[in-house]
């Protein structure tokens, strides 16, 4: 920080030179002459902060050379010395505009503290003027209207609020906070008023948001968020408020308000046009498996006793003919029943009959079921049940039809030579059951979409096998009708997959070894 610039004028060369040494040593820029006019001169040419004036100079009054430097420099620091003062001059000095008053001999160490008390002061005052300007650019240029009240008493009010309500600051400055409720609809400004209770706590910490209504420049209502609280300023707590015109955002909330709600009432309505729809559908689709269910049924009868001899000897081409329309018949009769039992379930109308299921059993079907597939194709199928695993209750019928369906696409999608495999197993009190596969695997972007109703992956370069994608979905309906949970696994193309569902309960468990089941 630059030392303060000192002024001494004295017609004395003993005082000047004395006093000019003394605030040399105090770290002071000491300027001195021995004339008024002198004086003036340094003063219109240095930064002076401090002028130490004798009274009694040869070409002018010290008085009268005091008021026209406070009148070139209304910031300088003006201190009179004089060789006879009483206390009549003392005080018509200070009145004059004098920032002190010394008498001859002067005690240095007096004038030393005054003059540093003063400069610390002055400081202060200037800290403070920048700091009040600094504040009146910020909230002048503001987006807020923003105006401050004392003892009832408009003090300060920016451009943004005039703007806000209408006014000008010479209407607004100096008037009483109530004088405001005029510009407040009727039915706030209770709300308006209780504004002031913030300072009822006496507090800087005190403060409230509130949302009303006011008068603007076009006489109409805007809503305005309004944040008060206390602030200490030059004359003790006053109360701050800043307000922002939110009427905008209102009204676009007032308007989405009313769009949701006809939204909402437009799904409703489609919604039960949908489930109306939906239910034609189930009731229709139950209706349509029904009645085929008994032709295919004929279909598969009569060709099972051709094939049996039952009308007579058939040759060997006949025999080839005839299976293939029993093993179509077969196909599209397990069709039918996943049809039926999808619209059963989507009409809340298919039952579980749950029953103790053996799994030794149950995994030697799935075994021998697809025996000749993976002797065919050379695939190694493997079968383990977890230890102490022997029974579980379920829907036989329905668990089966699950795992036959994964088991069935397991082998489907696993290159000759691989593997594929069922593993039960006991976790967190349900029966978990998972077949994998080394086949050709899913992307992850895919996987998704399995358990929708007729969706089919697409593998490039890969014949994909014929089929109606209900399997995984008619599964995920049956683990569901259970309260288990399926879901799927896989790292991605020719990195295999395995699926997984459980079915909860509590298991009768017994002791026993491991049971592993390999096809041969």
Same mark, same amino acid.
């Given at each position: +920080? ?12 003993? @005082? ?30 240095? &930064?002076?902060? =401090? ?11 010290? +008085? ?6 406070? *009148? ?34 002067? *005690?240095?160490?007096? #004038? ?25 650019? @910020?909230?002048?240029?503001?987006? #807020? ?40 609809? &009727? ?10 209770? =913030? ?95 008994? &032709? #295919? ?16 000897? @058939? ?47 149950? +995994? ?17 199928? =493997? ?22 369906? +994964?088991?069935? /696409? ?8 691989? *593997? ?67 879901? #799927?696994?896989?790292?991605? @193309? ?20 491991? /049971? ?5």
């Amino acid at each position: +920080m630059e030392p303060a610039h000192l002024l001494i004028i004295d017609d004395e060369p003993n @005082i000047l030179e004395t006093l000019s040494d003394i605030f040399k040593e105090e770290g002071f820029n000491v300027h001195a002459t021995t004339t008024g006019r002198k004086g003036l001169e340094i003063i219109q040419k240095e &930064p002076i902060n =401090v002028a130490l004036i004798d009274i009694r100079l040869p070409d002018i009054d010290g +008085m009268e050379l005091l008021q026209q430097i406070k *009148k070139e420099r209304p910031n300088v620091i003006g201190i009179i010395i004089t060789g006879n003062a009483t206390l009549q001059s003392a005080i018509g000095a200070l009145k004059d505009n004098a920032d002190g008053y010394f008498q001859k001999p002067i *005690k240095i160490e007096d #004038m030393i503290f005054k003059i540093n008390n003063l400069l610390e002061k002055q400081a202060l005052e200037k800290e403070l003027r920048e700091s009040e300007q600094r504040f009146r650019i @910020i909230t002048d240029q503001s987006l #807020m209207g923003i105006l401050f009240v004392q003892e009832d008493t408009i003090v300060y009010v920016n451009h943004a609020f005039c703007d806000l309500v209408g006014s000008t600051q010479d209407d607004l400055l100096h008037g009483k906070f109530e004088d405001l409720l005029g510009l407040i609809d &009727p039915a706030d400004r209770k709300v308006f008023l209780d504004q002031k209770k =913030v300072l009822d706590a006496k507090s800087k910490e005190s403060h409230s948001l509130n949302t009303y209504q006011i008068y603007g420049s076009n006489s109409e209502l805007h809503w305005v968020d309004a944040y008060a609280r206390s602030i200490e300023i030059k004359e003790g707590i006053g109360l701050y408020i800043a307000m922002v015109d939110v009427t905008q955002k209102i009204v676009a909330e007032k308007k989405l308000k009313h769009l949701n709600r006809d939204l909402e009432a437009k799904i409703k309505e489609r919604t039960q046009e949908l489930e109306a729809a939906n239910r034609a559908k189930s009731i229709f689709l139950a209706n349509v498996s029904h009645e085929l269910r008994t &032709p #295919m049924n004929s279909i598969i009868g009569f060709s099972e006793a051709l094939l049996k001899g039952y009308v007579g000897d @058939i040759t060997d081409e006949q025999e080839e003919y005839i299976n293939d329309i029993y093993d179509s018949g077969q196909h599209l009769l397990s069709l039918i029943n996943e049809i039926l039992d999808l619209s059963k379930i989507e009409a809340g109308k298919l039952e579980l009959h749950a029953n103790q299921v053996l799994l030794v059993d149950l +995994m030697e079907q799935c075994r021998k079921l697809f025996k000749e597939k993976t002797l065919k194709h050379q695939i190694h199928l =493997v079968i383990t049940i977890a230890d102490g695993l022997e029974l579980f209750t379920a829907d036989e019928r329905k668990i089966k039809q699950v795992l036959f369906n +994964m088991l069935d /696409n397991a082998i489907k999608y696993t290159q000759d030579g691989g *593997k594929v495999g069922i593993e039960v197993e006991k976790v967190d009190g349900m029966v978990q059951f998972t077949v994998w596969d080394t086949g050709i695997g899913i992307k992850k972007e895919d996987q998704e979409r399995l358990f929708q109703p007729f969706e089919r992956i697409e593998f490039p370069g890969v014949r994909v096998p014929q089929g109606t994608g209900l399997g995984l979905h008619y599964s995920k309906k049956l683990v569901e009708l259970h309260g288990g949970r399926i879901w #799927m696994e896989s790292e991605g @193309i020719n990195k295999g997959s395995a699926f997984y569902f459980t079915i909860p309960q509590p298991l009768q468990a017994h002791a026993s070894s491991s /049971n592993t089941l390999e096809s041969s």
